[in-house]
């Protein structure tokens, strides 16, 4: 690797704030162009997040955040268990406006997206140096929720395939479609908003279970 791709690989955990009170954590960002990512992060960044709509501006990608933007597929999901709580609607359009103005925004928003691998890749097949920095980026992120002095309200963890390292950062069991709180924190479990099989009710009858423990 590159020193400015090793740098993001060791250092890149997503978008917008620590404090947030809503928490996303996947395994890794998508996209095949770390060479053009990581000096946008370089520039971007403050302790290892940005601003998401700053972020994909640097690097060209506009579509997300234009005036009606595109909405990104993952997110979509994410959003819509997040709406319930929120006391907002899931149908798309609002959920493009949250996705422009709020999705991952350092100064207004309310959400942090994070990442448990700093590069990105196509898809968990795509060859990726997911070893390296592993373990201290485990122990950062379950640092970083536990260190909120409030605590967040809400941790959502999806992709079944990272679910030994969800069980490590909660000290919980992941089962997807599930939701546990151990204590000021509410955790949950689904499998990545992109798998064959994942349907839009799903996400949302979970985003209301959510809204009723929260």
């Known amino acids: 690797m590159g020193s400015a791709i090793e ?19 996947g395994p890794e960002q998508g996209g095949s162009d770390n060479s053009l990512r990581a000096p946008a992060f370089a520039k971007c960044q403050s302790n290892g997040l940005c601003d998401c709509k700053e972020f994909h501006r640097v690097i060209g990608k506009t579509r997300w955040h234009r005036d009606y933007p595109e909405l990104q597929r ?14 907002y609607g899931v149908s ?30 196509k898809n968990l097949k795509t060859p990726s140096d997911r070893k390296s920095f592993r373990e201290e980026r485990i122990e950062l992120i379950k640092t970083r929720i536990g260190k ?46 992109t798998a064959i099989g994942e349907t839009d009710d799903k996400w949302i009858r979970l985003g209301e279970r959510i809204a009723e423990r929260l």
């Open 92 to 121: 798309n359009d609002e959920l493009r406006v949250y996705q422009r103005d709020l999705w991952g925004m350092r100064d207004s928003g309310e959400t942090c997206v994070i990442e448990l691998g700093g590069l990105a890749a």
């Open 148 to 193: 909120c002095e409030s605590g967040p309200k809400l941790v959502v963890m999806y992709g079944s395939g990272s679910k030994e390292a969800w069980n490590r950062i909660s000290d919980c069991h992941f089962v997807h479609g599930e939701c546990v709180k151990p204590g000021r924190t509410l955790f949950a479990f689904m499998r990545s908003p």
């Open 7 to 25: 740098l993001m690989a060791q250092g890149r955990y997503g978008y917008r704030r620590w404090d947030a009170p809503y928490r996303f954590i």
């Open 74 to 87: 993952t997110w979509r999901r994410l959003m819509m268990l997040l709406m319930p709580s929120l006391g």
